[in-house]
């Protein structure tokens, strides 16, 4: 079992950037693929980003390739979401996830965060 807790969301302005956290507690990043799903007002909720440890390169939705970045610090058993070029429809509440691969996470992941805020005003 692991615990996801986010924090770092918040009121930008579009264009502005604002870097998401994960902290895992119970057990390292390493032993999962982790990832950020996001769910708009009215929307189902969305994948964003994943990554694994093996090597393999991230992927992320086409609506926020280019602009995010998922990255990851064991020593703080922590993933990272930066977000640049934050746009309107981009708010939403942002969710941590974890699973034994990426393509569990991606589509069905069996831990979540209890999410975090992003509101980017026009």
């Known amino acids: 079992q692991v615990q996801l807790v986010e924090s770092g969301g918040g009121l930008v302005q579009a264009g502005g950037s604002l870097r998401l956290s994960c902290t895992t507690s119970?057990?390292?990043?390493?032993?999962?693929?982790m990832g950020w799903f996001r769910q708009a007002p009215g929307k189902e909720r969305e994948f964003v980003a994943v990554i694994a440890w093996n090597g393999a390169p991230a992927r992320y939705a086409d609506s926020v390739k280019g602009r995010f970045t998922i990255s990851g610090d064991n020593a703080r058993n922590t993933v990272y979401l930066q977000m640049n070029s934050l746009k309107p429809e981009d708010t939403a509440v942002y969710y941590c996830?974890?699973?034994?691969?990426?393509?569990?996470?991606?589509?069905?992941?069996?831990?979540w965060g209890q999410g975090t805020q992003v509101t980017v005003s026009s």
């Open positions: 996830a974890a699973g034994p691969s990426t393509m569990v996470v991606s589509t069905k992941p069996p831990y």
């Open positions: 119970g057990r390292s990043i390493i032993s999962y693929a």
